[in-house]
């Protein structure tokens, strides 16, 4: 079991920039993946973001070039840098991981893109 905490979320106007973090509850070096996803009133989550172990990262289409994962396996922490955020980005992030076979997921943070 681990427990992982989201953080970093909030109020931005659109153009501005967030990064949230995800701190894992112990070492997250046997997580074969690690991902953010978005939950926007409405919709179906979806994902944001992932990266594997071996550092090889996944973006949605509505987000590439804008957002950045990374990872910090020294602080059992997951990183998603934000810029030029638009009103579409607007939802509650939620982490994830994955040691097989299973899946993880944080409570989430909200991010609000105002125009």
């Known amino acids: 079991q681990v427990q992982l905490v989201e953080s970093g979320g909030g109020l931005v106007q659109a153009g501005g920039s967030l990064r949230l973090s995800c701190a894992a509850s112990r070492s997250i070096l046997g997580f074969s993946a690690m991902g953010w996803y978005r939950q926007a009133p409405g919709k179906q989550r979806e994902l944001v973001a992932s990266i594997t172990s071996g550092g090889r990262t996944n973006y949605a289409d509505s987000v590439k070039g804008r957002f950045t994962i990374s990872r910090d396996n020294a602080k059992n922490t997951v990183y998603l840098q934000m810029n030029s955020l638009e009103p579409e980005d607007t939802g509650v992030y939620v982490c994830?991981?994955?040691?097989?076979?299973?899946?993880?997921w944080g409570q989430g943070t909200q991010v609000t893109v105002s125009s």
């Open positions: 994830n991981s994955r040691e097989l076979p299973y899946t993880y």
